[in-house]
């Protein structure tokens, strides 16, 4: 069965993601792995240290892709370029590129997507509001001309909002009715599912189809039962396939999704059709 992974983000690409081994990110993220359900030990985590490792992981869990997520936030600065150098020689690995019009301005932050898209290769465009230097909302004026942009060239549009906002009150998803409405070609992955609200972003995908959930680590964990459930009936065409690797293993995500009693024909929807779909892959 083709797979595709639409989170991860390997330990190697910042500290936050415990690439310093000792470091307090590193033994946060340890701890994450515990929190959402890891098995056994952390060896899936460490692996992630090192390019080989990553490379390894996602060869020894049967991917298809793994898809790196970047990441521009004023704590965390992954280049582009970097994700374009780590994915662009291995066909297993994509990468979407992280932006952030807030401290780059509109008319960089478009460049920088033309850049990412045309030269780099990589496939959507990454923003999370709620960890912006003024946090804000999904629905924020800030990236109505980004959102326009990406319409006007079809590309697809991440968002990330969870528990780990800095401030629980950005992790609304009714706040992403306006944008989904206001741009309904638009695809957006919604990464994490808004966990604990996942609830809300079930009854938002409901009534827009081009939101597509990412429950991720979260889907294994009670209150993310809410989207798992949804993609057995209405959203099996929406829902995707996510580990969080490292904070996740990879294999272990895989075996546990499969559990959820998906019929064969939906779970190949939600770990891989659906997915080509948005990334426009093969």
């Known amino acids: 069965m083709k797979i595709i992974d639409m989170r991860c983000r390997p330990a190697y690409l910042h500290p936050f993601f415990g690439a310093i081994e000792g470091s307090a990110e590193y033994e946060t993220a340890r701890w994450l792995n515990r929190r959402v359900g890891t098995r056994g030990t952390d060896d899936h ?9 990553f490379l390894a992981e996602v060869r020894d869990a049967g991917l298809t892709y793994a898809v790196v997520v970047g990441r521009q936030i004023p704590s965390q600065q992954i280049s582009n370029d970097f994700l374009h150098e780590i994915t662009a020689p291995h066909r297993e690995l994509v990468a979407i590129a992280g932006v952030d019009p807030e401290q780059h301005g509109i008319d960089k932050t478009i460049a920088e997507i033309d850049r990412a898209i045309d030269r780099l290769g990589l496939k959507a465009i990454n923003i999370e509001p709620g960890f912006g230097i003024e946090p804000r909302h999904a629905d924020d004026p800030l990236y109505f001309p980004i959102y326009e942009h990406l319409v006007k060239r079809h590309i697809p549009l991440s968002l990330m909002s969870g528990p780990t906002s800095p401030n629980a009150l950005f992790n609304d998803p009714n706040r992403l009715v306006k944008v989904a409405q206001n741009f309904p070609t638009l695809k957006i992955i ?18 827009y189809t081009n939101i597509y ?28 396939f996510g580990s969080s690797y490292p904070f996740r293993p990879i294999k272990q995500s895989i ?9 064969d024909a939906i779970l190949e929807k939600l770990l891989y059709a659906n997915a080509a779909t948005v990334l426009g892959v093969e």
Do not use: W
Request: with cysteine; net charge neutral.
């Open 45 to 53: 985590f460490k692996r992630s240290l090192t390019r080989e490792g």
């Open 190 to 207: 919604c990464y994490h599912g808004y966990y604990p609200n996942c609830a809300g972003l079930t009854g938002a995908a409901f009534r």
């Open 213 to 240: 959930p990412v429950p991720d680590m979260y889907g294994f964990i009670a209150g993310g039962e809410t989207l798992i459930n949804a993609a057995k009936s209405f959203l099996q065409d929406q829902l995707l």
């Open 255 to 263: 075996d546990d999704f499969k559990a959820f009693g998906f019929s």
